[in-house]
Each structure stands twice: as C-alpha cells, then as structure tokens.
C-alpha cells in the first residue's frame, strides 16, 4: 500500500514534464512559417539589435562613444588605454566667440552760434557735419573744434584765447565787407553809385544833379525796405538807410529781372586766399514781368524769399528738369543761344568780388593781432549780383550768414549741403582720416597730407648762387631752407587746400590768365609771396594755373 501511494506521487512529475516538454515543441519556431517573438518585458532582450528599443539603444550609445573619444585630449586617452587615470576633465573641443564690446569712439566736436541754433534753418549744416563724423556738443565747454556762428560771435563770445585747433566760421571785422552801408559806398566800379545819409546827402544831390536820368532807390542797412524813389521825395535825416543808383536796363529771361548768389569762401587774411564754389550758382527770379515797368510795384526789380525759381521759368525749365543741368549751366546754355558770351559775366563776377575783398583785407587784418592765432578763422558768404543788357555785372550785396535752408525750396537741398560739404572739406573740417579732434596728428600723419617736398618750388634757382649763400635775393624766398615756420605753415594750408577745392576755384592769388585784372606791386608782402609760390607751382602743374 505504501508502495502503491509513492507511485501514484510519481505520477504528477512524469505529467508536468510531459506537458512542459509539449509546451516547450509548440514554441519553438517552425523554418519559414513562424517569425520569432520577444517578449518586451525581457531584461535580456534590451540590447537585442532584432527589437526597436535594442537598435536605438545601440545607435545612442555609439554616438556617445564617438563623442567622448573625441572630447578627450589626446593624452587622456592614451592613458585610457593603458588603464591609467586621466590628468585632466574631459572638456568639448568648442570654439567660443569673444564679444567685444565697444566704446563711444571720441570724435570732433562743433557747437551753434545763434539766436536759434536748433532752428531748421541749420538743418542741412548738422547734415553735413554729423556725416562728416563732427559731433554736436554745446556751449559750456572749452573742448570743442568748430564754431558754426549763423550770427556774428565776435560780441558776445570771448574768442581771443582760442587753442590753435579750434575753428570759427567767421572772421572778426566780416563787417566791413557784408555791412550794407558798408559794401554800397565802397568806390569800385563794380558797385552801384551809393551815398550815406544824412552825411553824403550833398553830394548826393550833385551826383543827381549831374545825372538826370538816373533812378535811385533809398535803403535801409538791416531791412528789405526798398523803393524807387525820386531825389525830392527821399528823407535825408535818416540814419538808418542810405541812397543808391537803380541799374533800369536789367539782363532779362523770359522777362524776368533775376540776380546772381556766389558762394565765397575766405580761408585766409595776409595772406589772402579766396575761393568761388563753382558747382552751382544760386538763381533768383523776380515772379513778375519786368515790363510794363512800375516803380510802385516792387515784385518787378526786387527779389523777394517767395522768388522764381529756374525750374519755373520757361526757356530755362527744359535745362534744369529735363536734361538735369543746375542753374548757372541751364542760364549760360540760354544766353549762348541768344547769341551772347556767357564767360564775359563770369570773369567780371569773379574779379568784382576780388577786388571788394582786396579792398577790405587789411581792415581785417587790423583785427587779427587781438587774437592769439590768426588761423583759427575761415569765411564762407554769398555775393549777390546783378546784370544789364550789356551784360555788365554789378555787385549789389553780401551776405554774412546766407540762407541755406530749404524750406522754401526743396529742390535747393543739394546745393546748399554741396556748398556746405565743399567748403568743409577745402578749410579741413572733413577729412578721410581718423582722428578724435582737429589738432595736429602725429609727424608722420601730418607728412603723410603734406610734407616739404609738397611745397618745395623753384629747384634751379634755390640750388645755385645766390641762393645758396643767401636768403635776400627775391627770387630765393620761396626756397625752402629760407622760408620761416609760420611762411611754411601758409604753404602746407594753401597745399591742402588746393589738393581738398573740390567744387571750389581759386580767385586769389589770381590764376594766371586773370593776372591782368590785379597790381601785382599793390600787394601786401604776403600776398605777393604766397601769389609767386602759386605761380611757381604753376610751372610745373597745370592745375595750379
């Protein structure tokens, strides 16, 4: 019985193996018939490639791999392979870019003069200055390069101390030339017979007497207050105002009176040069007819703000807006076509403003002792001219601060800022080359502008007796181991000028083929040198001619 029972327990083994045995048959897989399966929640099948999980597994740790190998430094892993520790952290091979950062970078600096200084008549001033690199600053400091006074400083402003870098826009004693009374009485004969009063008022009255014909308009020195008047009716007590001849046969287009702006720049007193911008020529239109004349009727011989402007007369229109010419070249193309000579009004306008600045040189120049360098100044002006049917030219005006706002006129934009930037350029206040103010760079930037080989003229006679021995003979003071530092300072500027004119012509020292117009003996010292040097340097450039 005992026996009987061990065997009935035998039983259920010999059972479970079978069916595992069975079980075990009916998973295998079957060639070509059954695919084989994983079970997801097998730990050892994680890293299986046939699942996945597997595949991604493997990609991850191999990019892994590849990375920290090429993440360690070479000796590191050496020493990996030799099994030693590493000597130093694994650090990406990552290059980082350095942000710098930047400073204001100082720059010149300009301040206003004025009785409005942010008025929009400045706008295209700080155009050109702010492109130029200039920037604005104000008054309540001594670090400053430029001056821009629209009105006139020397008054108010103490600038006889000024440093040798430091620029103003006007020259002490500009009156004498821009006052009105100042300009019209001055005997030359470019300028219209003038008379003050009450002082003149007699001799007035002989020129009137002698002169029956003539008409004459009395004006008043700070004011357009302009009228043709007959001698009986004009007030000879008035302080204010002063008398002058009408010139009654204007130059007329299309039946227009018109009259001439010149923009005149001084860049030097004693000695004296001048320069014209001959890039444009301001035009100004009467907006009515001439003809039939009426004294009454000022809009007919006085130019007003609300003027004519080219583009808007006629027979100039097509010039100007079609063909795209300025001013004076629409003008000169339509007196060629009425068979006149346009150059003739030229050289006179060129000579007229001259021989009124020669004039008035050594006034100014009385003036310069006050203050501590003469060079600290420059002048830019506009001279208003007008014309009669002889094509003779008279200078009728000039004017200190001229306008130079467009708000009238949009189309005067370009000229007025190409007039700016050319006159700018020709005194120094623009330049190609860096710098944080207008003193002098270091000796080699200074030679690299201008150094003594640039001024150096007349190598035959500087070279043999008696300018080898000797400095009296005129003919060796323009040689260089004769010529004094203020004497080559005046050459270096006279060089840069003439190398940075731009749109800008020379009118003194007088080119050569104007030399006629100017006595040479008249001269001061000075202007005759610096008139030789330009002379010499002629011999050998055309362009200094």
């Not at 009425?338 to 040189?361: F, N």
């Not at 050319?422 to 201008?450: H, Y």
Request: with cysteine; proline share 6%.
């Amino acid at each position: 019985m005992t026996e009987k029972r061990k065997e009935g327990a035998k039983k259920p083994d010999e059972r479970a193996k079978c069916r595992e045995k069975v079980q075990f048959e009916q998973s295998r897989p079957r060639p070509g018939v059954d695919k084989p399966t994983v079970n997801a929640n097998d730990g050892g099948s994680f890293f299986d490639l046939r699942t996945t999980s597997g595949q991604v597994l493997f990609m991850a740790v191999t990019i892994a791999a590849v990375t920290l190998v090429q993440c360690l430094p070479k000796e590191t892993l050496k020493s990996l392979l030799r099994l030693e520790p590493p000597m130093q952290q694994c650090k990406p091979d990552v290059q980082f870019v350095e942000k710098k950062l930047y400073s204001h970078e100082p720059r010149p600096k300009y301040w206003i003069y004025g009785r409005n200084p942010t008025g929009g008549h400045l706008l295209h001033v700080h155009n050109v200055l702010q492109r130029l690199g200039i920037e604005q600053t104000t008054n309540d400091t001594n670090e400053w390069d430029l001056l821009w006074a629209h009105d006139y400083p020397f008054r108010l402003i103490k600038l006889q101390r000024m440093k040798p870098h430091q620029l103003v826009n006007h020259f002490p004693g500009t009156g004498y030339i821009t006052n009105k009374v100042d300009l019209s009485t001055t005997r030359l004969p470019y300028i219209p017979a003038a008379f003050k009063l009450p002082a003149e008022a007699s001799q007035f009255r002989e020129y009137a007497a002698a002169n029956p014909g003539k008409k004459f308009v009395q004006k008043n020195n700070q004011h357009r207050h302009i009228q043709i008047k007959r001698p009986e009716a004009i007030d000879f007590n008035s302080n204010d105002t002063f008398i002058q001849e009408f010139i009654d046969d204007p130059l007329l287009v299309d039946g227009y009176k018109f009259d001439i702006g010149v923009y005149t720049v001084i860049s030097s007193i004693d000695p004296l040069r001048v320069y014209i911008y001959k890039g444009d020529i301001l035009f100004r239109y009467c907006t009515v007819p001439y003809y039939p004349f009426n004294a009454s009727n000022v809009d007919k011989y006085i130019v007003g703000d609300d003027y004519l402007p080219t583009w808007e007369v006629p027979s100039l229109k097509q010039y100007y807006a079609k063909h795209g010419f300025g001013m004076k070249d629409s003008f000169d193309a339509y007196i060629r076509s009425t068979g006149k000579d346009p150059s003739v009004i030229w050289e006179q306008v060129e000579d007229a403003i001259r021989t009124l600045i020669l004039k008035k040189e050594p006034l100014i120049s009385a003036l310069l002792p006050r203050y501590a360098n003469r060079r600290n100044f420059f002048e830019m002006m506009r001279f208003d001219l007008v014309v009669d049917k002889t094509l003779k030219v008279y200078l009728m005006e000039a004017n200190m601060s001229p306008n130079l706002s467009s708000a009238h006129f949009k189309q005067n934009r370009l000229l007025y800022e190409q007039v700016i930037y050319n006159l700018f350029q020709l005194v120094g206040v623009g330049t190609s080359i860096q710098r944080e103010s207008f003193r002098k760079r270091t000796q080699d930037a200074e030679a690299m502008v201008s150094s003594v080989k640039n001024i150096a003229v007349g190598a035959d006679q500087c070279s043999e007796l008696p300018c080898t021995e000797s400095c009296a003979p005129v003919e060796c003071q323009l040689c260089t181991t004769c010529l004094e530092e203020n004497i080559l300072d005046d050459l270096h500027r006279a060089y840069r000028e003439h190398m940075n004119r731009g749109d800008m012509k020379r009118i003194f020292p007088v080119p050569k083929a104007d030399q006629h117009h100017v006595d040479f003996e008249s001269l001061t010292a000075s202007n005759q040198l610096m008139s030789r040097w330009f002379e010499e340097k002629c011999k050998v450039d055309q362009s200094y001619c």
